[in-house]
């Protein structure tokens, strides 16, 4: 038996535990460059507010009464780390979905237990965290998720879907892997609730749709067809791209924006104990600018032997964009990738280029001190700058990083 745990309005709901002002009032936080709605609470959704809607276009009337908040990833990151903290010392096994989803397992837990250890969770994760949540629980992942849809709305918080009888309850489009178009397509052919989709005759639902669709009907059925998955699979890349605060022009501002995101993207790579083989950047004009010279560059260089040395990651990014940079362009957005990823322990020599022996322990150095002190406490002079970069994100509603920075702690008088 699967559960899914999902946190409600998770990144408003983070936002709410260390503000409790924010309790009872319509809140919403916006995306990098405080640009749409990525999460609302119960009570902004009540007043209309879209997921993914620029907030330029909420009415007037209506954004005077929001709560705004730029997303503070650092902040939610914790936070959700410190709810799987809690699962896995509550369930046999946990599968970190999302930031604000697990999947769980009953397994070894009685059927006549299950609301109860759930609610017990879903109790200590508010109690611990102070973040909301529901759990769904099902035979497949997929009934776990219409269980949790159908939880959303329940006061205990907890739903099981157990038998065929349930799922006419669900329209088709609720059913997880199921978008808009396959479910107007479905629709046509008059499949509008998941109990019709599990009840469809198989071979032609594989024909039309294929095997993708077909397995999520076996799920409906109550067969598993997807295990939880406790280890992450191993990445084929990394990327790191922002979209800029404001338009920049010049090539000091653009290299210094590509070497933050290569720097990042290195500590992304040794983190997980990767070597990048390859380093691709591109750099992107404002294509909704009416008027603007367009200019969208992309490159990318294999290194000679793999390498998780940011120095050579940082190299070759600032070589690719001189390269690439050209004047007269007004730059809105630049990313970094490390491409054909593999374990640090699998290396392939090569004949004329050597192995620093310094190289593993210089960058063990540099990620224990970033790791203890902050980050950016040690790092390259090419992603430094004492003033700060015209390109950074626009956070204007920026809230404090309560968990992760010592300046920022709460004080209790």
């Known amino acids: 038996?699967?559960?899914?745990?999902?946190?409600?309005?998770?990144?408003?709901?983070?936002?709410?535990?260390?503000?409790?002002?924010?309790?009872?009032?319509?809140?919403?936080?916006?995306?990098?460059?405080?640009?749409?709605?990525?999460?609302?609470?119960?009570?902004?959704?009540?007043?209309g507010v879209k997921m993914g809607q620029p907030i330029h276009e909420v009415p007037s009337p209506i954004r005077r009464q929001l709560k705004v908040r730029s997303a503070n990833f650092a902040l939610y990151g914790d936070l959700s780390g410190r709810v799987v903290s809690i699962l896995r010392d509550l369930f046999p096994a946990v599968e970190v979905y999302s930031i604000d989803e697990s999947f769980v397992s009953f397994d070894g837990i009685p059927a006549h237990e299950r609301v109860r250890v759930a609610t017990g969770a879903r109790a200590r994760i508010r109690q611990w965290t102070g973040i909301p949540c529901c759990v769904g629980i099902g035979s497949t992942k997929t009934l776990a998720k219409l269980g949790n849809k159908r939880a959303k709305s329940t006061v205990e918080g907890v739903e099981e879907v157990s038998n065929a009888a349930q799922l006419a309850d669900f329209a088709v489009e609720d059913v997880w892997g199921v978008g808009r178009k396959w479910a107007t397509r479905l629709g046509a052919e008059g499949i509008l609730t998941a109990g019709d989709l599990a009840r469809a005759d198989p071979d032609t639902l594989r024909t039309r749709y294929?095997?993708?669709?077909?397995?999520?009907?076996?799920?409906?059925?109550?067969?598993?067809?997807?295990?939880?998955?406790?280890?992450?699979?191993?990445?084929?890349?990394?990327?790191?791209?922002?979209?800029?605060?404001?338009?920049?022009?010049?090539?000091?501002?653009?290299?210094?924006?590509?070497?933050?995101?290569?720097?990042?993207?290195?500590?992304?790579?040794?983190?997980?104990?990767?070597?990048?083989?390859?380093?691709?950047?591109?750099?992107?004009?404002?294509?909704?600018?009416?008027?603007?010279k367009q200019y969208h560059p992309s490159r990318a260089i294999p290194l000679i032997a793999p390498s998780s040395d940011t120095r050579e990651v940082l190299a070759v990014a600032q070589a690719l964009v001189r390269s690439m940079y050209r004047k007269g362009y007004a730059y809105k957005k630049a990313g970094v990738g490390l491409l054909d990823l593999t374990h640090e322990d699998t290396y392939q020599a090569d004949l004329f280029a050597g192995v620093d022996p310094r190289s593993e322990k210089l960058m063990a150095v540099l990620d224990q001190a970033n790791r203890r002190f902050g980050r950016g406490t040690m790092g390259f002079a090419s992603a430094h700058r004492r003033t700060p970069a015209q390109w950074r994100m626009r956070q204007e509603h920026l809230s404090p990083s309560y968990t992760t920075r010592w300046s920022d702690l709460l004080r209790v008088r």
């Open 1 to 47: 038996m699967f559960g899914l745990v999902d946190g409600n309005n998770f990144y408003a709901s983070c936002e709410r535990v260390f503000d409790p002002s924010l309790r009872g009032q319509p809140v919403v936080v916006l995306s990098n460059n405080d640009g749409c709605a990525i999460a609302r609470s119960n009570e902004a959704k009540a007043l």
């Open 210 to 292: 294929g095997v993708v669709l077909a397995r999520t009907q076996r799920e409906l059925q109550g067969t598993a067809c997807a295990q939880l998955e406790e280890s992450e699979p191993d990445r084929q890349q990394i990327v790191v791209s922002r979209s800029f605060g404001r338009e920049v022009v010049d090539l000091d501002d653009v290299s210094h924006a590509v070497a933050t995101f290569a720097v990042r993207a290195c500590e992304k790579l040794r983190a997980r104990s990767l070597q990048a083989s390859g380093v691709w950047v591109w750099l992107n004009t404002n294509p909704f600018k009416p008027g603007a």
